[in-house]
Nanobody, 126 residues
Framework: QVQLVESGGDLVQPGGSLRLSCAVSGRAVARLSTGWFRQAPGKEREFVAAIKSNGGSTYYSPSVKGRFTISRDTAKNTVYLQMNNLNSEDTAVYYC???????????????????WGQGTQVTVSS
């Protein structure tokens, strides 16, 4: 059974940075495709970023491209989301999700991910 535990959410000022972590157990993270999604109050959950299994190709939502970076540490079996230049629109609960044998075209679709973490709150406010 794959389990995910997110951490790193916090209150940060506009323009600040945070790094979220998603600790994975039950599978080697390099064999999994992992995505970050977020849900703001009153809005649907949306895709943020993903890193594909094996080769590690990365994909981003246009709203975060150039500001956020997804990466993984195979030794720690953890996936990270480095978030820079945060603004109020980034306020949300952030979830990591993972699965095996996901095709590239499905990485932005939350329905394709069978395993989810509990979420971590990111609040951007002065």
């Amino acid at each position: 059974q794959v389990q995910l535990v997110e951490s790193g959410g916090d209150l940060v000022q506009p323009g600040g940075s945070l790094r979220l972590s998603c600790a994975v157990s039950g599978r080697a993270v390099a064999r999994l495709s992992t995505g970050w999604f977020r849900q703001a109050p009153g809005k649907e959950r949306e895709f943020v970023a993903a890193i594909k299994s094996n080769g590690g190709s990365t994909y981003y939502s246009p709203s975060v491209k150039g500001r956020f970076t997804i990466s993984r540490d195979t030794a720690k079996n953890t996936v990270y989301l480095q978030m820079n230049n945060l603004n109020s629109e980034d306020t949300a609960v952030y979830y990591c999700a993972t699965g095996e044998r996901l095709i590239t075209s499905s990485l932005t679709s939350q329905s394709q991910y069978p395993y989810w973490g509990q979420g971590t709150q990111v609040t951007v406010s002065s």
